[in-house]
């Protein structure tokens, strides 16, 4: 069974301070997700992720997979407010045999702070 | 371009009654797919469709839940009858053929269950 392992699920941050969320998943997939929720919205995708290696990044977020470890981490770059919210990461791809079966972790709720 | 639709955004029923929930995806995207998401939790997969045609519902509690695609553009998904684990925000999510990595949700039910 398919399993994504988020961590930390909770990270209160300050303001101008740089961290790392971390996704873990437990079988080969070829297709890593990022994306953002904020309180009662629903999921705005962030990133896409689809080899070895790819690097992606919008301002102050830079994702990034090594689908040899089966990890792919979110690095935040001097936090600001706007970016308070629950960050899921999804993996899909070879799993299950439908390209539409996403697996979500549970999410890491991000606050930050002034 | 309009987003995926669904009604109602907050629905609140007593166990055993029965409830339907309305998607309308983005013009053009072929792909469908109703998520369940539970407080605290990422989103799971309920089923999938390509068109009118169902490609995974191997994770949707048939006993109870039922979804259709009829004309392959709209969807409604019912449970009938409702138990308090049902309650959750239930999300649609709609991918294009030209690009079926990308999902886009829709803004979710809130389904209460008392």
């Known amino acids: 069974e398919l399993k994504v392992e988020q961590n930390p699920l909770f990270l209160s941050m300050q303001e101008g301070k740089n961290y790392t969320i971390y996704c873990n998943y437990s079988?080969?997939?070829?297709?890593l997700y990022w994306y953002r929720q904020d309180p009662g919205k629903s999921l705005e995708s962030l990133f896409v992720?689809?080899?070895?290696?790819a690097v992606k990044q919008e301002g102050r977020l830079m994702a990034s997979l090594d689908t040899k470890a089966r990890l792919s981490t979110l690095h935040i770059t001097a936090a600001v407010h706007d970016l308070s919210a629950t960050y899921f990461c999804?993996?899909?791809?070879?799993?299950?045999?439908?390209?539409?079966?996403?697996?979500f972790g549970k999410g890491t709720k991000l606050s930050v702070k002034p | 371009e309009a987003g995926v639709a669904q009604s109602p955004r907050y629905k609140i029923i007593e166990k055993r009654q029965s409830v339907a929930f309305w998607c309308n995806p983005i013009s053009g995207h072929a792909t469908l797919y109703w998520y369940q998401q539970i407080l605290g939790q990422g989103p799971k997969l309920l089923i999938q469709f390509q068109n009118n045609g169902v490609v995974d519902d191997s994770q949707l509690p048939k006993d109870r839940f039922s979804a259709e695609r009829l004309k392959g553009v709209d969807s409604t998904l019912k449970i009938q009858p409702a138990k308090l684990e049902d309650s959750a925000v239930y999300l649609c999510a709609s991918s294009h053929p030209g690009q079926p990595f990308e999902q886009y949700f829709g803004p979710g039910t809130r389904l209460t269950v008392t």
């Open positions: 079988t080969t997939s070829d297709r």
């Open positions: 992720l689809l080899s070895n290696g």
């Open positions: 999804a993996v899909g791809g070879m799993y299950g045999g439908s390209q539409g079966n996403l697996i």
